[in-house]
């Protein structure tokens, strides 16, 4: 998908259901100047050519489960310690937090009015021409 995106073109991918643990409909994701690509491992190493600017928020692996029980509820508790264990195995094998552009501690509030300054700097400084996806700047978190 990132591929197609820097080359300028129409990007689909299929929408995965957490509840039903399926993929479900396809969508159609046009190219942009910026996109936001958002997720735990949205920095991997397969994906660092094509961003502009990464984001790694580090927040302990307890804060974590919390959140993610507060969220979703008790009965979530066994699909989220296995999820934050495949977390933990990618954090350990790629060491995104060292990588990245900017690292927010993710245990405390923070202003992200910083974040954007951040971010804006680094677009105009070096254009995403020069660094990752052609015409358009993607920026991970």
């Known amino acids: 998908m990132l591929e197609l995106l820097s080359l300028n073109e129409t990007a689909r991918y299929q929408r995965y259901d957490w509840g039903t643990k399926h993929l479900e409909e396809w969508h159609e994701l046009q190219p942009t100047e910026y996109l936001l690509l958002e997720g735990v491992s949205s920095s991997r190493e397969a994906f660092r050519p094509y961003l502009t600017f990464a984001i790694w928020i ?16 008790e009965t979530a508790r066994r699909q989220w310690e296995e999820w934050i264990a495949s977390e933990d195995e990618y954090i350990e094998r790629e060491h995104p937090e060292q990588k990245v552009d900017l690292v927010i501690n993710g245990t405390r509030p923070y202003d992200l009015s910083a974040v954007f300054y951040c971010f804006w700097e680094r677009a105009s400084i070096q254009p995403a021409g020069n660094r990752g996806m052609g015409n358009s700047h993607l920026a991970s978190h």
Do not use: A, I, K
């Open 58 to 73: 580090e927040t302990p692996r307890q804060e974590r489960v919390l959140r993610d029980l507060e969220r979703d509820g």
